[in-house]
């Protein structure tokens, strides 16, 4: 007869698995989205203060008008990835939360598999001894010492 609770609880322990894996892959993107939001701020902020310099350094009023427009747009763009990188660290610490309980799950099922696992080899020791205890008992009855 085929163990198929054993079977089903290996399934459910591999699919917690991979969930856990994915969760841990989309928090990762996110990770990855949010550093390359962090270099082009940083990008910006030193590109504003090098044009700003350009500018004031140079007495061209078209440079100064020039740098004056791109800051304008370059603090815009700031403004818009500082909104969108606190939106992402909330989705972030939202999957850490959905990762957290995943994870306890898959440690749920390998608990549960393991003690399977325990339970059947502390029945086949039992049956084992049995026999052997049998295989004894026989040998002391036939004087076979």
Known sequence: MADTSGKSLRTLGRLAERQVEEKQKEIGEINKVIRQMEVRRATLTKTIILEGKLATENSDPMLYQAAGAF????????????????????????R???????FAEQKRYETLEKRRLEAEKKKRD???QIMLDEMGSTRHQNGDS
């Open 71 to 94: 800051t304008g747009r370059a603090e815009h763009e700031i403004q818009d990835i500082d909104e969108a990188t606190i939106d992402a660290e909330k989705i972030l610490e939202e």
């Open 96 to 102: 850490r939360a959905e990762l957290k309980v995943l």
């Open 126 to 128: 039992k049956k084992e």
